[in-house]
């Protein structure tokens, strides 16, 4: 059909022609030829629908081929693609095998230029001359993937070479963990085979991606190390901003303004620089994003300015060379995915560095609902990887993660060398980087109840789910299983019941969880460890658990009533 041929002949265009052009030279500055069959199509705003085009027909070379002005191809300054809702046949299972290889529109990728053109909407104070130092070091640029669809891959690499100064860029170096797809062998090979940046380095067998850095480290020459996922766009400006800050301080660790790149519609929407977010985490060690502290609003003149972060999401940074090796690299005891931004985070504030998000440098970055390749079996990989992180980094506040899994650490691993090298470096305390770096971070041991929240009658618990997205779950019941996770709630001095940021709420309709907002109101709950009631202080109604015990209500109060009497685990309000 014609959507085939369109998306396979600008696939093909995208990794074939490209042999026969210097390889770093952008490609949106040329008129871009379909050699296809576009009768069927009409190419509008980037968005692609079905229709017979008569402009677009009269733009046909004597070829055949269309000559078409970069702004109409789709996808161009990171407008969405939005494919058909009815499609069948061949297309139809194109599209759905690159979701299910992916775990995000590798099809509409595939329509998309590999140099794409990308809005940037720097603030003026960003653009100002001199505002960074001329002599700035050079980066190795470090992609590691594991199985990584061949348009969003060149894309990446792509987007480095066409938006940087290239004495900047010192090499970019694909570390390929161990991945099967076949385009990722001698197709990629051959398709850098002129670039001397480029370097591959192959894992010999899956090393997943906390080692997978560290094999790229190994091979990196560059003054100042730059990682990225392999499913980014650098924005123009993005990297002089970074190495600048390094340049002036080689203990600063700097992350770029994180935007989205939409994986339905590989839409670039860039995140508005002046509400940038910083990074944070809750209790069970997982990344969060929070507006910037009024504390840090104090410090700067301008919104795009710098700003210091607790932490970073992990993928995407530059940090000097010297720096990362000074402080131990990674954990090489980190398994797939996950603990390592926090490990990173957590040593450069202890231990004399300092940690910054650049507002003046955007990178998009394709964020996906579930990942599309393998773990390992039988161990949860992300556990081991945040017990060896509370280890050897947590002090005493690492028992505060250990109640969220049911106190199991399971088997984790020897940590001796990581604890040693803390203690060499003479890194400060947890309890100073909470109280200096992360103040704001909600302490469970100031919390005047902590684990379960059982009904007497009928051993039956308050347990919900916090989501992602916040959709405001509402709380549910299900039998007390003793395993921290769902079940795990503190009761704080002023009368929340919470997990992390989210609050037990009710406001007349149903018991839900809603992001604390720290002023009582719906958020205000009473225990008496007497009567065993949970009072909601603004309604005057008593939690219960209906008759059928399979939901939460409010009632009135009534302390003879066996569906109104709750015990809070660890309750003490000494
Ligand atoms: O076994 C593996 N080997 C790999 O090389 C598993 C993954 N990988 C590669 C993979 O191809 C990708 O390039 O590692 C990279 C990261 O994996 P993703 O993209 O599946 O995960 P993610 O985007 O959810 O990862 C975020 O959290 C991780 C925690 O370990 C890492 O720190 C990622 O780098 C991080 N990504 C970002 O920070 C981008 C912004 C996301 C947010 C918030
Ligand atoms: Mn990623």
């Not at 402009?55 to 191809?73: M, T």
Request: with cysteine; proline share 5%; hydrophobic share 35%.
């Amino acid at each position: 059909t014609a959507w085939f041929t369109l998306a396979f002949l600008l696939f093909r265009d995208s990794n074939v022609s490209q042999h026969h052009r210097p390889i770093a030279e952008p490609l949106r500055h040329n008129p871009v030829v379909y050699k296809g069959d576009l009768d069927n199509n009409k190419i509008e705003d980037n968005i692609v629908v079905p229709f017979k085009d008569e402009e677009l027909f009269k733009k046909r070379d004597d070829d055949g081929s269309v000559l078409a002005p970069p702004q109409e191809l789709p996808g161009e300054m990171g407008k969405p693609v939005v494919l058909p809702t009815n499609l069948t046949g061949d297309v139809k299972k194109m599209v759905d095998d690159g979701w299910l290889k992916n775990a995000f529109n590798q099809y509409a990728s595939d329509m998309i230029s590999v140099h794409r053109s990308l809005p940037d909407a720097r603030d003026e104070w960003c653009k100002q001359p001199d505002r960074y130092l001329t002599d700035l070091p050079k980066t190795s640029v470090i992609i590691c993937f594991h199985n990584e669809a061949w348009s969003v891959l060149l894309r990446t690499v792509h987007s480095v070479f066409d938006r940087s100064p290239s004495h900047l860029i010192h090499e970019i170096i694909l570390v390929d963990d161990f991945s099967d797809m076949d385009h990722l062998k001698k197709q990629l090979v051959d398709y850098w085979a002129k670039e001397p940046k480029v370097k591959i380095v192959r894992a010999p067998k899956r090393l997943g991606l906390i080692r997978a850095r560290l094999l790229g480290y190994e091979y990196a020459s560059g003054a100042v190390l730059t990682y990225l996922d392999s499913h980014c766009e650098c924005t123009k400006g993005w990297l002089e901003p970074l190495l600048d800050r390094i340049a002036r301080n080689s203990t600063t660790v700097v992350c770029p303004v994180i935007d989205v790149i939409d994986d339905t519609s590989l839409a670039y929407i860039y995140h508005d620089s002046s509400a940038v977010n910083v990074g944070g985490f809750d209790w069970n060690l997982q990344f969060n994003w929070h507006a910037v502290p009024q504390r840090e609003k104090q410090r700067h003149k301008n919104t795009a300015e710098p700003v210091w972060s607790p932490t970073m999401a992990g993928g995407l940074f530059s940090i000097d060379r010297e720096f990362f090796k000074k402080l131990g690299t990674y954990d090489d005891g980190f398994d797939i995915w996950g603990g390592e931004n926090l490990e990173l985070s957590f040593k450069t504030w202890m231990c004399g560095g300092t940690l910054e998000i650049v507002p003046c440098s955007h990178v998009g970055h394709i964020f996906r609902k579930r990942s599309p390749y393998k773990w390992r079996k039988g161990v949860n990989v992300l556990r081991r990887n945040s017990v060896r992180l509370a280890e050897v980094w947590l002090d005493d506040y690492a028992q505060h993660y250990y109640q969220r899994i049911g106190n199991d650490k399971g088997d984790y691993g020897d940590v001796s060398s990581r604890k040693t090298l803390r203690k060499n470096l003479e890194c400060k305390s947890f309890q100073w980087y909470l109280d200096n770096i992360y103040p704001e971070l909600f302490i469970p041991g100031d919390a005047v109840a902590s684990g379960e929240i059982a009904n007497v009658e009928t051993g039956i618990c308050l347990d919900g789910v916090i989501s992602p997205d916040n959709v405001n779950n509402p709380v549910g019941v299900w039998p007390c299983h003793q395993q921290g996770g769902n079940q795990f709630w503190l009761y704080s001095k002023n009368g929340e019941i919470r997990r992390d940021e989210a609050c037990v709420d009710y406001s007349g309709q149903e018991v839900i969880l809603y992001p604390c907002h720290g002023s009582k109101g719906n958020q205000y709950w009473e225990y008496d460890p007497k009567r065993k009631l949970i009072r909601h202080g603004s309604s005057d109604k008593c939690m219960a658990i209906n008759a059928a015990k399979t939901k939460i209500v409010m009632e009135h109060c009534d302390s003879d009533s066996a569906y109104q009497r709750w015990n809070m685990e660890k309750y003490d309000r000494s």
